[in-house]
Every structure is written in C-alpha cells, then in structure tokens.
C-alpha cells in the first residue's frame, strides 16, 4: 500500500499521559499535515510541514501537543498531559507543494488515528 | 479565515433517487473547493475539486459539483444514488499553505 500510513490506529490513555502517533506519508509528498476530528464535525487543521520545516501551526495546538518531521518524510504528532478534551481521530494527510495558487495538489488522507482519554 | 457551511448534516435517500448537497463558503476571491467522501470504516477519499475553468466539475463514480461564485457555493450532486454511495461527505475550500478547511460533513444514507 502506496498511501498515507499512520499508527497506532487506536489508543485508549489515561488522562495525564503521553501519547505519540506516527504518520508516513507518501513518499514523494513534500508537504504533511495533521488534522483531528471529533464526532460530527469535518477535519480541522492542526499544522503542516514542508519537508522538515514546520510552516504553521493552528491555535488549537496547545502547547501539550508538538509535532516532528525530522528528517522530512515520516512525522510524530505527541500530546502530553493527555485531557479528555484530546479525545478526537488525529488525521494525516501529504501532498506535493503547490507550484502556485490555483494550480493546487491533491492532498491524501491517512485512516486516522482513533485517541480515547478515559 | 475561511469557513464552509453544509446545509444538511443527515440525508436519507432512496436508491435512484437523485442527490444534491449543499456547501457554502464564507468569502470570494480566488477559491480552490473540494469534495470528499468517507465511506464508512475507510479514509477520506477526493471526490472532486475545483480550481479554475468550468465550474461545473466531473468527479469520480458518477458525481459532478458545481462552482457559483455569486452565491459562494459549490454543491455536489449525482443524478441517481446507489445504495454504495452511503457515507459522509465532506466540503473543503483551500487556505494559503494549501490547507482544508472542512465543513462539519453530511452523513447521506441510501436505503436499498
């Protein structure tokens, strides 16, 4: 399988805990990207990368939570200090850089990462 | 920033019967819009997207959206459902950086 890859697929934590997840994206995307998504809403951006260097990061990223790409291909998305707000499927999508405006890739999911904080 | 509205968040249909989903973005300007779809147990999958050119936009299995930019909508439609085509559906309109803004989705049923 050629597509977004990203593990663990399901993690059950105890508040307070640290969690990691790990992303592998297609291998010649430059660009990587986690969402999260809670039940009934869409996926909301949480930060991306192009190649190693993190570009930008949403406000909804705490400071618990960092991100890697430490050697531009795969990625870990870590929480500290897990909350029961944290609950949510941690997605990861790639793609390649957009040569400009309106010429636009396709950007490619992952099956998501389930994270249950009980 | 960009916000997408979906109109409805559950639609049920009967199988033939003809689909048109609803999405809404907040301001004009150059716009890059998709559609993605969920089906369930799977990854979000493109549908179709819209940079520039026709506005009405072919997409895969049978279903086209769309692009009216007077009233900031892009609304994705398929003449005849099948009962496959159960899932949640996602709009998403592209942000400098080439990040998705999503709408909070519309779970479609198809009863067979």
């Known amino acids: 399988d050629t597509g977004v890859s990203q593990n663990p697929r399901h993690k059950i934590t105890k508040r307070g805990q640290n969690v990691t997840f790990r992303c592998d994206p297609i291998s010649e995307h430059n660009r990587l990207y986690w969402y999260r998504q809670t039940l009934g809403q869409g996926p909301e951006f949480l930060t991306y990368?192009?190649?190693?260097?993190?570009l930008e990061k949403s406000r909804l990223l705490s400071d618990r939570f960092s991100a890697e790409r430490p050697k531009g291909s795969f990625s870990t998305l870590e929480i500290q200090r897990t909350e029961q707000g944290d609950s949510a499927m941690y997605l990861c999508?790639?793609?390649?850089?957009?040569?400009?405006w309106g010429s636009g890739n396709t950007i490619y999911f992952g099956e998501g990462s389930w994270l249950t904080v009980v | 920033a960009q916000s997408v509205s979906q109109h409805n968040h559950h639609v049920i249909l009967s199988e033939a019967a003809s689909l048109e989903l609803g999405c809404n973005y907040s301001?004009?300007?150059?716009?890059?819009l998709f559609w993605y779809v969920q089906y369930p147990g799977q990854h979000l999958q493109l549908l179709l997207k819209?940079?520039?050119?026709?506005?009405l936009v072919k997409g895969i299995k049978g279903f086209e959206a769309e692009f009216i930019k007077s009233k900031f909508s892009f609304n994705l439609r398929k003449p005849s459902v099948q009962w496959s085509d159960t899932a949640e559906y996602f709009c998403?309109?592209?942000?400098?950086?080439?990040?998705?803004?999503f709408g909070a989705g519309t779970i479609l049923r198809v009863k067979s």
């Open positions: 990368f192009q190649n190693e260097a993190q």
């Open positions: 999508a790639s793609s390649l850089a957009p040569l400009g």
């Open positions: 301001y004009g300007g150059t716009v890059n």
């Open positions: 998403a309109v592209r942000e400098y950086g080439n990040k998705l803004v």
């Open positions: 819209y940079f520039s050119g026709d506005p």
